[in-house]
């Protein structure tokens, strides 16, 4: 096989794909500091901003698939950290609230996001972070536009 060594354009996946790595590896071990997996830590800092929220709108709003965060779920509540409790008005649905061992360490999960954040915009003045914000929402619009369209694409093949 042949290489040419002609001049590429910097790959904007790959950058953004080396900068989740590094998140996944950063959360992985902050989070492991107090017993926790890496999703397992989103997870429950999203579940500790919104105490009492519905299975589902957690579902709807972690991006995860359903297994992944049952599972994920179950783990917690094994753990101690979160209990399913039976909405009063809707018999059928799971409200998840959180138990007095994640009160304790709800501090130190924010600041592990918080930490995290620091690293990201350390050195870019006010501008440079705006900017950064505003391209990276629109590359997120982009990614969800085309894998809704790929999706769509594979409900009507």
């Known amino acids: 096989m042949k290489h040419t060594h002609e001049y590429h354009e910097p790959s904007i996946g790959r950058v953004i794909g080396r900068l989740s790595r590094a998140a996944h590896s950063y959360f992985q071990y902050r989070f492991g500091e107090i017993g926790l997996g890496h999703a397992q830590g989103i997870t429950l800092h999203f579940i500790c901003r919104h105490d009492g929220?519905?299975?589902?709108?957690?579902?709807n709003n972690v991006r995860l698939d359903k297994s992944s965060l049952t599972?994920?779920?179950k783990k917690l509540e094994e753990?101690?950290?979160?209990?399913?409790k039976?909405?009063?008005k809707d018999r059928r649905?799971?409200?998840?609230?959180?138990?007095?061992?994640?009160h304790i360490i709800q501090d130190d999960l924010h600041d592990i996001?918080?930490?995290w954040s620091k690293i990201l915009l350390e050195e870019l003045d006010e501008n440079e972070r705006e900017t950064a914000f505003r391209l990276l929402d629109k590359m997120q619009t982009n990614a969800s536009?085309?894998?809704?369209?790929?999706r769509d694409h594979e409900t009507t093949e």
């Open 86 to 88: 039976t909405d009063p």
């Open 113 to 115: 996001f918080i930490s």
């Open 79 to 84: 753990n101690g950290y979160i209990k399913r």
């Open 93 to 102: 649905a799971k409200r998840i609230v959180i138990t007095n061992k994640t």
């Open 53 to 59: 929220i519905d299975q589902m709108e957690l579902l």
């Open 145 to 150: 536009a085309a894998i809704h369209i790929m």
């Open 71 to 73: 599972s994920q779920l």
